[in-house]
């Protein structure tokens, strides 16, 4: 069973800084690149950034480094009372107001509490997603240094009736954080729920569920092994220690405010790239369907990308550009899942998969780029932002760029359940969960 249960927050004491909260709290480590960390730093020298992330030296060494001086930061934060823990156990309902690329308003509605570890193999909490093992190095080291969980997991949990949501809400305390982060225009809203009863309630409507990862699994996996080096030094016989926990933000599956957007894909430096030879694969491959788009990708891209979603309809569909193309490429799959374009123990429920259709059939078959290279990213980058997709094709440092339509919800549900792995940047998930809200100490 699922064991899901409130903590005492540890939380900004934004008063006491006379700061507003967009100015230290930021967005989980991966997605933050090197001259956004900079901007971070800057903007307010208790910004968490200095926790979850902190920047590298070229002096660093065992004693002084970026995991030694995260701690430091959080010691003396706590101390100084920068960071101030709750005085009891609670869940936190946390809602983020947002608008996709066409200006549709949702509300994502979830809430951060502890999880109870579990391996994957217990079919209690459940990937969708590979991962490497340097990020998991990384995420070790800064738990070990920090005895902290400083960012949580985004899990998914099924509640068809939304009972958990209207318990939350109906026990909300005082609005504890409202905040507008400015590069996205995104609202963040937290309440505390420190009501004994409804936690217990919230739980045992856990005790029966499965629970699926969303977002997070290195911090996911990373808690295991923090785990597990936690247990081997701890000579006192506990049945749920501390470390036996991962802080997570739940969101019921079937939330109207649960959105998934897609990963587009940038192809760099492939030896011999040819995009006449490739545009010939595709259209005399009998899986592919291909056809130029209707409207110009430059200056129509939302219209182009309607066209994406109305193809996927019908087919796995994508998006290819690339300069040396007049017009871009819609490129539908036709082919089934006995299609000889897999890899053979790929299993059915992936092989459904946009993502899986793109990576096995045409990077690794017609363009070489195979599983290794797509991990180490050698040829192969990634974005979320359409803008930022539509300028690649134009960049010489760009081959070919794969405009996606999103994952479902349902096939992130099925490949879960079926114990298999999506290729990485299957999904994204909108919007980010910000790091920086609560912290949980281990």
Not at 61 to 79: I, K
Not at 220 to 249: C, K, V
Not at 263 to 292: C, I, K, Q, W
Request: net charge negative.
């Amino acid at each position: 069973m699922a064991d899901v249960r409130g903590f005492r927050g540890v939380r900004y004491a934004l008063d006491q800084l006379e700061a507003d909260a967009e100015d230290v709290v930021v967005p989980p480590y991966d997605v933050i690149a090197t001259n956004e960390q900079c901007n971070y730093y800057e903007r307010h020298p208790n910004n968490v950034i200095r926790l979850a992330l902190n920047q590298q030296r070229d002096d660093d060494d065992d004693e002084n480094n970026r995991y030694t001086r995260a701690r430091r930061h959080l010691m003396d934060w706590l101390a100084e009372g920068v960071l101030t823990m709750d005085d009891r156990p609670g869940l936190y309902a946390h809602y983020q107001d947002f608008e996709d690329h066409r200006g549709q308003r949702y509300t994502r509605r979830g809430m951060l509490g502890l999880v109870g570890l579990e391996p994957y193999d217990n079919d209690i909490v459940l990937p969708h997603e590979r991962t490497l093992r340097g990020p998991k190095v990384d995420r070790l080291n800064l738990m070990k240094a920090c005895d902290a969980n400083l960012s949580p997991v985004f899990l998914l949990y099924d509640d068809p009736d939304r009972e958990i949501d209207a318990l939350l809400g109906e026990h909300r305390e005082e609005l504890a954080l409202d905040a507008t982060t400015e590069c996205d225009g995104i609202r963040h809203r937290l309440w505390p729920v420190f009501d004994g009863d409804v936690r217990a309630q919230v739980a045992e409507r856990f005790e029966d569920k499965q629970l699926l990862i969303a977002d997070g699994h290195h911090r996911y996996e990373t808690a295991l092994a923090y785990r597990n080096f936690r247990r081997e030094s701890d000579e006192s016989a506990r049945d749920r220690a501390p470390y036996d926990y991962i802080m997570a933000f739940l969101v019921n599956m079937h939330d109207p405010g649960l959105q998934v957007f897609p990963t587009h894909r940038l192809v760099h430096d492939v030896p011999n790239f040819d995009a006449g030879e490739l545009a010939r694969s595709l259209e005399t491959s009998p899986h592919f369907d291909v056809r130029e788009v209707s409207k110009p990708l430059e200056s129509e891209a939302s219209a182009v990308m309607d066209q994406l979603t109305e193809a996927g309809d019908a087919h796995p569909s994508f998006i290819f550009a690339t300069d040396a193309w007049e017009r871009a490429k819609l490129v539908q799959f036709t082919g089934d899942t006995d299609s000889p374009v897999f890899d053979d123990a790929t299993d059915d429920e992936v092989r459904q998969l946009d993502t899986t259709i793109l990576h096995e059939a045409i990077l690794d078959r017609m363009l070489g780029i195979d599983r290794e290279a797509q991990e180490a990213k050698r040829n192969l980058g990634y974005t979320r932002d359409l803008d930022d997709a539509v300028d690649a094709t134009s960049d010489a440092d760009h081959q070919l760029v794969v405009f996606m339509n999103p994952t479902e919800v349902s096939e992130v549900v099925d490949v879960c359940q079926s114990g298999s792995k999506m290729p990485q940047k299957s999904t994204y998930f909108y919007p980010k969960v910000l790091t920086g809200l609560t912290l949980n100490l281990l």
